[in-house]
């Protein structure tokens, strides 16, 4: 038997269900906020990550997929979609006019991860991102779509984690404090981070391992050094989200895995994940778009992660409803054909129904039924037919009524709409 590789998964059942809710709220939601989708090929050229994600993150050094292709190019299958949405962007000169760009994404990333639970070689992400407009009031605006977003979904217990790593001019004065207070202990540092002091000390502060976390304790913090206008911005965006009811907390280590953030960086936590995790992250990118080799136009943006949403949604929600609850099963020739036009006709007008089309007994068919959990079985026999009726069986509660044909469509909205307002 040949298996799906490693790190990879098939999607069915009732994970795929999820993963459609959440696509579908996401459609909505970004379209309400005014966000139109853009999707991007899963291949990108190499230099389109390593000159957006950085080459001192661990996505360019450790995760990623990538080869030389039969006609000789070097290319990488996405780990990420900032990058190729900024790449698009500007190949389709869309920042030829100053007008702000809302853009969203929906699709599958690659990173060769070690394997742990929940995290995927190929895992999926939604991203919204907006270019042209650098104000906190942006930022705040962006951050809204990402509360409105997940509330929709039902998720209440979010906290809003946030920093600012200031811009490349400001940093300098940042880097020699910390370097000095690195120096001091270095010893008790991880030799990861002896690496990252010398090629991006921030990310030193994003250690997962928990010496590092120790040693850190007293660190220069890094909103100490912020350059006025950068001090502004993040003291704004915290009266905006207090104005918005958007819970948040400071975290000076907060710093992302990825090199381009520019002021604003966040973490969105859930306590529905259990202890202080992260359900998603973002932030702001002005230099991004310049790096990869567009105008001087700012950017702002988040991701969050399909896979662990859905997992989430799981264990919220429980298991997704059917598609098709109720179950239309003929018995013999005639009924047969009968059932496939009143299926038929119930699909026309939108309402779901499955056919049992084996000729197999009765009992077999409510047998298979009640495995695949049908709520409802709608059996139409040769002397149901006779009177124009058919017989309606609860299959979770095992009664059963008598239901005229031509009132079937009706009766199965009826249902319909009471199973989605409960
Ligand atoms: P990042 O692009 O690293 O900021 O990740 C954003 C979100 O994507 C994370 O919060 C995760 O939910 C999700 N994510 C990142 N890597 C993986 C992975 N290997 N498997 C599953 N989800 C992931």
């Known amino acids: ?175 020699s404090a910390f370097r000095e207070f690195f120096d001091k202990a270095e010893s008790q540092f991880c030799s990861d981070c002896h690496r990252r002091i010398l090629e991006n000390p921030l990310r030193v502060l994003d250690c997962k391992v928990p010496k590092c976390q120790v040693a850190l304790e007293g660190h220069p913090i890094i909103t100490d050094f912020l350059d006025e206008e950068s001090c502004k911005h993040h003291e704004r965006l915290k009266d905006l989200l207090t ?65 662990r949403l859905a997992m989430l949604m799981q264990t919220i929600h429980g298991d997704a409803q059917r598609n098709t609850p109720t179950i239309l099963i003929p018995m013999g020739e005639t009924a047969a054909t009968k059932a496939i036009v009143l299926a038929k006709e119930l699909w026309k007008a939108g309402i779901p129904i499955q056919l049992e089309t084996r000729n197999v007994p009765l009992k077999k068919a409510l047998q298979t039924a009640n495995r695949q959990g049908f709520q409802l079985a709608l059996i139409l026999g040769d002397s149901e037919i006779e009177q124009g009726v058919l017989t309606a069986k609860d299959l979770t509660k095992g009664s059963q009524e008598t239901w005229n044909l031509d009132t079937v469509a009706e009766k199965l909205k009826a249902i319909l709409q009471l199973a989605y307002t409960d």
């Open 243 to 307: 104005a918005l009811h958007i819970p948040f907390a400071e975290n000076s280590r907060l710093v992302r895995g990825l090199d381009y953030y520019t002021r604003t960086a966040f973490e969105v936590l859930s306590s529905d994940l259990g202890a202080q995790s992260a359900l998603l992250g973002g932030g702001r990118y002005d230099g991004l778009v310049k790096q990869l080799g567009g105008p001087d136009v700012p950017g702002f943006g988040w991701a969050i992660g399909l896979d």
């Open 1 to 175: 038997m040949v298996l799906a590789v490693k790190g990879t998964r098939d999607l069915f059942g009732t994970e795929l269900q999820w993963f459609q809710w959440i696509e579908s709220i996401c459609h909505r939601c970004m379209q309400c906020h005014g966000y139109s989708e853009i999707r991007t090929p899963i291949l990108e050229e190499l230099e389109v990550f390593k000159r957006s994600v950085g080459e001192s993150s661990d996505i360019i050094n450790k995760e990623m997929y990538d080869f030389i292709d039969k006609g000789g190019r070097h290319v990488v299958m996405r780990p990420e979609n900032t990058a190729g949405v900024v790449r698009a962007a500007i190949q389709h000169k869309f920042f030829e006019t100053s007008d702000p760009k809302r853009l969203y994404y929906i699709g599958p990333m690659f990173r060769y991860e070690r394997m742990q639970a929940g995290r995927y070689r190929q895992f999926w992400q939604i991203g919204a991102e907006i270019f042209g407009a650098s104000t906190p009031e942006t930022d705040a605006e962006n951050l809204t779509l990402l509360f409105d977003f997940l509330n929709e979904l039902g998720l209440k217990n979010l906290m809003l984690s946030i920093n600012s790593v200031g811009t490349p001019e400001s940093r300098p004065a940042f880097y």
